[in-house]
């Protein structure tokens, strides 16, 4: 009977987190389109930050409750099921134009910060406070550039007329906030539970259930995207998910609490910078994903999954 409460709650965690983050992005883009503020700097900062509330949501409550293992492997699993499961899916379904500044500017950011990410792991074995600062100023100044370029833009000026008032919108703002932090805290515990129940890893338990429930909101952006037509979505929301969950998710957590990276957790970090650098040479070679490569990538996420399971 335990078991089964566990799992509604991890469920029901799950459905906090996704409804809280759209809540919260809802309420926060239309609190700035009252201010006037233009669409697309809301679209680089509030709709960016708040598509990655359940990834942040959960790795910082693993990371206060001391489950480190399953703060990282939600970070290192959601970019992997970013890569490997959404792009291949999408790319199956058909072909993926990739936007050629994306190409030169975001994508080797990504790669970067996750090469950094893994040398700070090797020299150190472990996330502390001042690489979490590092790792925040980065963002910072990466989301600074970016405003920057983008108030440069025409486009930037437009401002989207608010849905709703000032009192709506704090009202959504409150309670996305509150859904983020009880789904983060049901999905925590529930994990837990079910990992020292199972005798299965906290690692193994944050590099699956955790990290794909978390990336729910962007497998349906995605896909809903992909339904509309609106291709260039797709990988632009992928790409920036992964940057932030590496700079700021990690970044924040480890400047609250340090975080000890297990050995076994190489072989993931390693095997995300090889599948990033493999995302990074498809997109490179045609401007595209196309379905070879959509089925190649997809083939790597099922072989990723059944060793980790294997492993544990």
């Given at each position: 009977m335990e078991m089964i409460i566990q799992i509604a709650l991890l469920i029901i965690g799950f459905v906090f987190l996704v409804?809280?983050?759209?809540?919260?992005?809802?309420?926060?883009?239309?609190?700035?389109?009252?201010?006037?503020?233009?669409?697309?700097?809301?679209?680089?900062?509030?709709?960016?930050?708040?598509?990655?509330?359940?990834?942040?949501?959960?790795?910082?409550?693993?990371?206060?409750?001391?489950?480190?293992?399953?703060s990282i492997g939600n970070v290192v699993g959601s970019n992997i099921f970013n890569l490997l499961c959404i792009i291949g899916i999408?790319?199956?379904?058909?072909?993926?134009?990739?936007?050629?500044?994306?190409?030169?500017?975001?994508?080797?950011?990504?790669?970067?910060s996750t090469v950094l990410l893994v040398l700070f792991a090797h020299l150190f074995g472990?996330?502390?406070?001042?690489?979490?600062?590092?790792?925040l100023a980065l963002i910072i100044i990466y989301v600074y550039l970016m405003v920057k370029k983008a108030k440069s833009n025409p486009e930037a000026s437009e401002v989207q007329e608010a849905k709703?008032?000032?009192?709506?919108?704090?009202?959504?703002?409150?309670?996305?906030?509150?859904?983020?932090?009880?789904?983060a805290e049901f999905v925590v515990n529930s994990a837990s539970f079910l990992a020292s129940m199972f005798g299965l890893s906290d690692t193994l338990i944050g590099l699956t259930i955790v990290a794909i429930g978390t990336s729910l909101p962007e497998l349906v952006t995605s896909l809903t995207a992909l339904k509309k037509g609106d291709t260039g979505?797709?990988?632009?929301?992928i790409i920036g998910s992964c940057l932030f969950n590496i700079l700021f998710i990690l970044g924040i957590s480890s400047a609250i609490v340090p975080m000890p990276i297990a050995p076994t957790m190489m072989t993931d970090l390693i095997f995300l910078v090889a599948i990033t650098a493999l995302s990074y040479i498809f997109a490179n070679t045609k401007d595209k994903f196309d379905r070879k490569e959509g089925l190649v990538l997809f083939v790597l996420f099922i072989i990723y999954m059944a060793f980790v399971i294997i492993r544990n």
């Open positions: 409804k809280g983050a759209d809540m919260f992005v809802d309420g926060a883009s239309n609190i700035a389109y009252n201010f006037k503020i233009p669409t697309l700097i809301v679209g680089l900062t509030i709709v960016a930050f708040g598509t990655s509330a359940p990834e942040a949501a959960v790795s910082i409550a693993a990371s206060v409750a001391g489950n480190n293992a399953i999408c790319a199956l379904i058909g072909t993926l134009p990739v936007d050629k500044e994306l190409l030169k500017r975001d994508f080797p950011v990504v790669l970067g472990e996330l502390s406070r001042v690489i979490g600062i590092l790792f709703f008032g000032m009192g709506k919108s704090i009202i959504f703002l409150i309670i996305g906030l509150i859904g983020i932090i009880l789904g979505i797709v990988i632009g929301n």
